[in-house]
């Protein structure tokens, strides 16, 4: 199973995350299944625009490294420009997990700090409750429950 991440926090955000997942298959990525919608906080500045973000695992016979090629092109198509580390954005698609891989060349498999955000926990234990992490071996469970309370109870499902 692959699992991306895709989420906004400027302009219209629903309608970027339509389009992005529009564009995943007009690139010849299949979608499976798509969690809700939900809304976080910006990190690491709370000050910054909320972000909307789903889950989606996909079907693919790319590589990730063509993946994430594909990724790119369309956060660009989208308005996304090359701004500072974690600023506001139009579109940002991450891979979350690649068929259970532990890296992928110099990729990080699965996304290297993924236990840690409830943007992509909780919509990722929608889509799949039987969810592990390949490489710590936590079930998807202990990952949300080790989460910081204020993390489980800001994020809210749209």
């Known amino acids: 199973m692959i699992y991306i ?6 302009g219209n955000r629903k309608k970027n995350i339509e389009k992005a997942k529009f564009l995943l298959l007009e690139n010849g990525i299949n979608i499976n299944k798509s969690s809700n919608f939900y809304e976080s906080l910006s990190w690491p500045d709370i000050k910054k625009p909320k972000f909307l ?6 079907d693919t016979n790319f590589s ?3 993946c994430l090629e594909i990724f790119r092109s369309i956060e660009i198509k989208l308005g996304r420009k090359k701004t500072k580390k974690n600023a506001p954005r139009t579109c940002d698609i991450d891979i979350i997990s690649y068929n259970k891989k532990i890296s992928y060349g110099d990729i990080k498999l699965p996304h290297i700090r993924m236990h840690k955000r409830n943007f992509v926990l909780i919509p990722l234990l929608e889509l799949d409750k039987n969810w592990s992490h390949p490489k710590t071996k936590k079930s998807i469970e202990k990952l949300i429950i080790s989460l910081p309370i204020k993390d489980i109870t800001s994020i809210k499902q749209i």
Do not use: E, H, L, Y
């Not at 991440?5 to 400027?10: L, V």
């Open 64 to 66: 990730p490294k063509k």
């Open 53 to 58: 973000n789903i889950v989606i695992q996909i």
């Open 5 to 10: 991440g895709i989420g906004s926090n400027i």
